[in-house]
């Protein structure tokens, strides 16, 4: 669409998570800090939260990208499966072949040995789940006896779940102690300040391939932290829109008034008469 006009590669502002575009700012390159030392101190346990459209999926494939070579790494996005199927899931992470019929306790049991082989040849395995407020009861207490995968001295599994606020007011359920017990290192990830926003801006820009660091204006750049809130996502959905239509214009710079009509173009990007808060109200 603009790819030309403004000389990109590729799409500077896409909504789906590529790792190429992560941008290590305070909350998450200390959320990816938290992970790895809790990670070689032999933690079994760990649990990233944060609102919607703050890039907890990013977050999690980028760390996965840093554990290879270092762990056996076990992706799960999917958290709408029953207790047998996050086990099969897990197992066909692990490379166990799988029956047509397998229940519980078989497949605990290959796990446990794939776990085993690995740990013979100083192999240590973590595995990420991504979405998992979503994931029912009974698969989360499936989830919780893995951690008793372990031998005298470590664990053979390392678990993270990557999930949203709701995931830790479940935890605080009674029915679920027994987990949250068993969580040693948790973190909630924060918006962007606005400050950030630009150098989020700035560094998505370059990766896209564009050599004007001045195409979004200064004060292009405080509108759209304003009416994004400093979330990832809106960031990207007000910039993409602001492109498209300093594109239809033919202006070779987004300003104010481009992000404005972006905003008015989305609901999501509307400022609420609940603002300002302090961080923003400066802008």
Not at 58 to 69: D, E, F, I, V
């Amino acid at each position: 669409m603009y790819l030309d006009f403004f000389g990109f590669r590729e799409y500077p502002f896409n909504l789906t998570p590529d790792t190429d575009f992560f941008y290590a700012f305070g909350s998450h390159q200390e959320a990816l800090n938290v992970v790895l030392l809790a990670l070689e101190s032999g933690e079994g346990f760990l649990k990233i939260t944060g609102e919607v459209g703050l890039g907890k999926t990013l977050l999690c494939r980028t760390l996965l990208n840093q554990l290879r070579g270092h762990f056996t790494t076990a992706y799960l996005p999917n958290p709408h499966l029953t207790p047998n199927e996050i086990r099969r899931a897990l197992a066909r992470e692990l490379g166990i072949p799988l029956g047509p019929i397998m229940g519980a306790g078989l497949l605990t049991e290959a796990i446990q040995g794939r776990l085993l082989e690995l740990a013979r040849n100083r192999g240590r395995v973590v595995v990420l789940i991504d979405e998992a407020q979503e994931l029912s009861s009974p698969a989360l207490e499936a989830i919780r006896l893995w951690s008793n995968l372990e031998t005298e001295k470590a664990k053979l599994l390392h678990i993270i779940l990557f999930g949203q606020p709701e995931l830790d007011v479940r935890l605080s359920r009674p029915i679920l102690r027994q987990l949250a017990q068993r969580i040693s290192f948790s973190y909630r990830l924060e918006r962007m300040a606005p400050d950030v926003v630009a150098g989020y801006i700035h560094h998505r820009l370059a990766v896209a391939g564009s050599r004007d660091p001045g195409l979004f204006t200064p004060r292009a750049v405080r509108e759209l932290a304003r009416v994004s809130r400093g979330v990832p996502r809106l960031v990207n959905l007000g910039a993409h829109k602001a492109l498209i239509a300093a594109f239809g214009d033919g202006s070779t710079r987004i300003g104010r008034t481009h992000i404005i009509r972006a905003a008015a173009d989305s609901e999501v990007l509307h400022t609420p008469r609940s603002w300002p808060s302090r961080i923003w109200s400066r802008m």
